[in-house]
């Protein structure tokens, strides 16, 4: 299956109710224009942004006289497509690079960086994994299979153990080794504990002073929010949380597959002008996918 077509497949649940009003809506009318709005808004987008989308839309079809299903449906694509930000560097493939991915428990974190080790190690990058989840037992263990089914090395220590050390012992592995890509998974936590992100604000803190520091040359570090997309709205305070209390610079949108809150994608990257980096549209490898603005805005509404 292609990349569109399993991206497709991913978001089918998102693309329902948008299907239904371009179908079963008859012509285009006032309560069009309604229906359109509250489906957007039901999809997780945000009443602001689905106004301003619906707003834009109805001008545009007025203006160019656009009437048919097809010439709307590629309309709201085209106008999806404007909310999201490109991303300045992908902090995956060009190296060297730090990635700290952050989040809320059960994310998808853990996975992700599995699933990027994967990609990276495939592609000829020299890669290293840093447990710092020390949190959680199950995540140490989940980690060293994927770095043995890669073929990464995971760096650990036992649970428990202060995570602040993990990022610097990784980093002594990726110095001694010249890796150069180091990817650091930390432990989920709620973004409205204050004690959590003083923690994890110091770990990030760690991980850059180090990585200045690094034998071969500074290496940039890179805060990479993993949001689970059924989380919907919820999944925006979390972009908010995170990014003031680390900065964060771009998003990791997963389990877009298992739920029709996929406009969660918008609300974030147009609120945070954050860059989506990858989507998850899967529990496969091949499902973590670069992020292309305009595959997802067409598959999100079904235009060709
Ligand atoms: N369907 C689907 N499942 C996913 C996706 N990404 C992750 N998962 C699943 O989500 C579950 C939780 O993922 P983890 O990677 O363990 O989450 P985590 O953020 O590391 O969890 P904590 O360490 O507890 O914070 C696992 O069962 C994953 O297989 C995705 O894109 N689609």
């Given at each position: 299956?292609?990349?569109?077509?399993?991206?497709?497949?991913?978001?089918?649940?998102?693309?329902?109710?948008?299907?239904?009003?371009?179908?079963?809506g008859?012509?285009?009318d006032?309560?069009?224009?309604?229906d359109?709005?509250?489906?957007l808004?039901?999809?997780?987008?945000?009443?602001?942004?689905?106004?301003d989308?619906?707003d834009?839309?109805?001008?545009?079809?007025?203006?160019?006289?656009?009437?048919?299903?097809?010439?709307?449906?590629?309309?709201?694509?085209?106008?999806l497509?404007?909310?999201?930000?490109t991303?300045?560097?992908?902090?995956f493939?060009?190296?060297?690079?730090?990635?700290?991915?952050?989040?809320i428990?059960g994310?998808?974190?853990?996975?992700t960086?599995?699933?990027?080790a994967?990609?990276a190690a495939?592609?000829?990058?020299?890669?290293?994994?840093?447990?710092?989840?020390?949190?959680?037992?199950?995540?140490?263990?989940?980690?060293?299979?994927?770095?043995?089914?890669?073929?990464?090395?995971?760096?650990?220590?036992?649970?428990?153990?202060?995570?602040?050390?993990?990022?610097?012992?990784?980093?002594?592995?990726?110095?001694?080794?010249?890796?150069?890509?180091v990817?650091?998974?930390t432990?989920?936590?709620l973004?409205?504990?204050a004690?959590?992100?003083?923690?994890?604000?110091?770990?990030?803190?760690?991980?850059?002073?180090?990585?200045?520091?690094?034998?071969g040359?500074?290496?940039?570090v890179?805060?990479?929010?993993?949001?689970?997309?059924?989380t919907?709205?919820?999944?925006?305070?979390?972009?908010?949380?995170?990014?003031?209390?680390?900065?964060?610079?771009g998003?990791?949108m997963?389990?877009?597959?298992?739920?029709?809150?996929?406009?969660i994608?918008?609300?974030?990257?147009?609120?945070?002008?954050?860059?989506?980096?990858?989507?998850?549209?899967g529990?496969?490898?091949?499902?973590l996918?670069?992020?292309?603005?305009?595959?997802?805005?067409?598959?999100?509404?079904?235009?060709?």
């Amino acid at each position: 299956m292609g990349l569109f077509d399993s991206l497709k497949r991913g978001l089918e649940r998102s693309r329902e109710a948008i299907n239904e009003i371009f179908y079963f809506g008859g012509d285009v009318d006032e309560s069009f224009w309604e229906d359109l709005e509250d489906t957007l808004v039901m999809g997780d987008m945000g009443a602001d942004i689905a106004m301003d989308v619906t707003d834009d839309l109805r001008d545009l079809a007025a203006r160019k006289n656009l009437t048919s299903a097809r010439q709307l449906r590629d309309a709201l694509a085209d106008r999806l497509e404007e909310t999201f930000t490109t991303p300045k560097v992908d902090p995956f493939t060009t190296t060297p690079s730090v990635v700290l991915f952050v989040g809320i428990n059960g994310a998808g974190k853990t996975t992700t960086v599995g699933k990027i080790a994967s990609a990276a190690a495939k592609s000829g990058i020299k890669t290293v994994i840093g447990s710092a989840d020390t949190f959680r037992a199950a995540a140490i263990e989940q980690l060293d299979v994927w770095g043995q089914r890669a073929g990464v090395p995971v760096v650990k220590r036992e649970r428990g153990s202060d995570p602040a050390s993990v990022c610097y012992d990784v980093l002594d592995v990726a110095e001694r080794e010249g890796s150069q890509l180091v990817l650091i998974d930390t432990a989920g936590r709620l973004h409205t504990s204050a004690e959590l992100m003083r923690e994890l604000a110091k770990v990030v803190n760690v991980t850059r002073k180090r990585a200045a520091k690094c034998a071969g040359g500074p290496m940039p570090v890179y805060v990479v929010l993993v949001i689970d997309a059924a989380t919907g709205q919820n999944g925006l305070s979390q972009a908010l949380e995170f990014n003031e209390s680390l900065g964060v610079d771009g998003i990791v949108m997963t389990k877009l597959d298992g739920t029709a809150k996929g406009g969660i994608a918008m609300a974030v990257a147009s609120k945070l002008k954050l860059p989506i980096l990858r989507i998850g549209v899967g529990e496969q490898v091949e499902d973590l996918q670069p992020f292309d603005a305009h595959a997802f805005c067409r598959a999100l509404v079904g235009a060709e």
